[in-house]
């Protein structure tokens, strides 16, 4: 019997289950709703997944191949969220059950990759505008560092904005041949800086709002394209794409890279580009663990690996159980925008005089060397 509005399942005694026992199930039949198979290029034999609740929209990847033997395409809820963990609705575990599992691959010839489908560059270009008036991430970040450093660093990861929730930023994930393997859509509080997550957390990609068919969804590191620009620097890899904007402001002579995630695109094939690299690692308080045994990926490719502490040594038990991460111990301290921002607040003519002189905030501190 199916709990609603939780993806779990309660199993009463019986050999077979019904797709009416899950949330996420094949889609019925239905006339022309089969669709192309990513694997075998086949026309209408894709069956696709669906969610009963109406809240996820699976892209049109993730199904089963009606060609069992021949193709044995099967790529599931599972394996979806499992590869986008932003996507997956809070009730889900790995051990929640989906619907029919007799057409896997498993004990099956295991299948050929894939190719990653790209988004068209022009798209992007289109994205880098309207960031004052609809761009919430821009707006708070004006806030903090200022409006022309902001501006630089959003146009040197080429951060773009989106129409979506009334303005949304927009992560595009660009490859190191210049490829846009996609684009990450999210919600924030123009106030805080915060990403929105209730009544629903705001997080979609780019190919689904364009409805691009057939896409298939690779994803590779946040930043990745500036690795050609920045040959010998070393690189800080982090979980959010927030926290590498503004962690380069923080420590420029660190190119920062983002996984998307605690899981993410931190994976083997993903992280071939930090070959020969110096890479630190610095994942979010609650997750030195699980990146430690990750890290063993990187230690055949780069000629150094180093899984950074420094946060865990001074992390007290409600910063913990919040999960922060280096920027928030950063931004803890008022920036010099934030200070004058306040002055003007309290003193307006503050305001006028920093007008009438032309006057600059300085940085907030001299560019530091090195992993904190």
């Given at each position: 019997m199916a709990v609603k509005g939780k993806c779990k399942v309660q199993t009463v005694h019986r050999k077979e289950a019904r797709m009416s026992d899950y949330r996420f199930h094949l889609e019925k039949y239905r006339p022309n709703s089969k669709l192309t198979c990513p694997q075998c290029k086949k026309t209408r034999c894709l069956v696709h997944y669906v969610d009963d609740q109406g809240i996820i929209k699976f892209p049109n990847y993730v199904g089963r191949c009606d060609h069992e033997n021949s193709c044995g395409y099967h790529y599931t809820p599972k394996d979806y969220f499992h590869d986008?963990?932003?996507?997956?609705?809070?009730?889900?575990?790995?051990?929640?059950?989906?619907?029919?599992?007799?057409?896997?691959?498993?004990?099956?010839?295991?299948?050929?990759?894939?190719?990653?489908?790209?988004?068209?560059?022009v798209f992007v270009s289109k994205s880098l505008s309207a960031y004052k008036t609809k761009n919430p991430l821009y707006q708070y970040?004006?806030?903090?560092?200022?409006e022309d450093e902001v501006k630089r660093i959003f146009r040197l990861y080429l951060v773009g904005t989106g129409n979506k929730w009334g303005g949304c930023t927009v992560f595009w994930q660009i490859d190191t041949n210049g490829n846009v393997r996609a684009g990450k859509l999210m919600g924030y509080d123009s106030k805080t800086g915060h990403r929105i997550k209730e009544?629903?957390?705001?997080?979609?990609?780019?190919?689904?709002?364009?409805?691009?068919?057939?896409?298939?969804?690779?994803?590779?590191?946040?930043?990745?394209?500036?690795?050609?620009?920045?040959?010998?620097a070393p690189v800080a890899l982090v979980e959010s794409e927030k926290t590498a904007l503004i962690m380069t402001h923080f420590m420029p002579d660190?190119?920062?890279l983002a996984t998307g995630g605690?899981?993410?695109?931190?994976?083997?094939?993903a992280v071939q580009v930090l070959r020969n690299r110096d890479v630190f690692l610095l994942p979010d308080l609650g997750a030195k663990e699980q990146w430690q045994q990750k890290a063993l990926i990187l230690q055949t490719l780069c000629?150094?690996?180093?899984?950074?502490?420094?946060?865990?040594?001074?992390?007290?038990?409600?910063?913990?159980?919040?999960?922060?991460?280096?920027?928030?111990?950063?931004?803890?301290?008022?920036?010099?925008?934030?200070?004058?921002?306040?002055?003007?607040?309290?003193?307006?003519?503050?305001?006028?005089?920093v007008e009438k002189l032309d006057l600059e905030v300085c940085n907030d501190e001299e560019p530091q060397d090195g992993v904190p």
């Open positions: 986008n963990p932003d996507m997956k609705p809070k009730d889900w575990d790995d051990d929640t059950p989906i619907y029919n599992k007799v057409g896997t691959t498993k004990g099956k010839e295991e299948p050929k990759p894939i190719e990653p489908s790209f988004i068209p560059m970040l004006c806030g903090v560092i200022g009544p629903q957390s705001q997080v979609t990609w780019a190919h689904s709002e364009l409805k691009i068919a057939d896409f298939h969804l690779v994803q590779c590191l946040f930043g990745e394209h500036l690795l050609h620009e920045r040959p010998t660190l190119l920062w605690k899981n993410g695109c931190f994976n083997e094939k000629k150094r690996v180093v899984v950074s502490d420094c946060i865990e040594k001074i992390a007290n038990g409600e910063q913990r159980e919040q999960g922060l991460d280096v920027a928030d111990f950063f931004l803890m301290k008022p920036t010099a925008h934030e200070i004058l921002a306040d002055m003007i607040r309290r003193n307006p003519a503050v305001g006028l005089l």
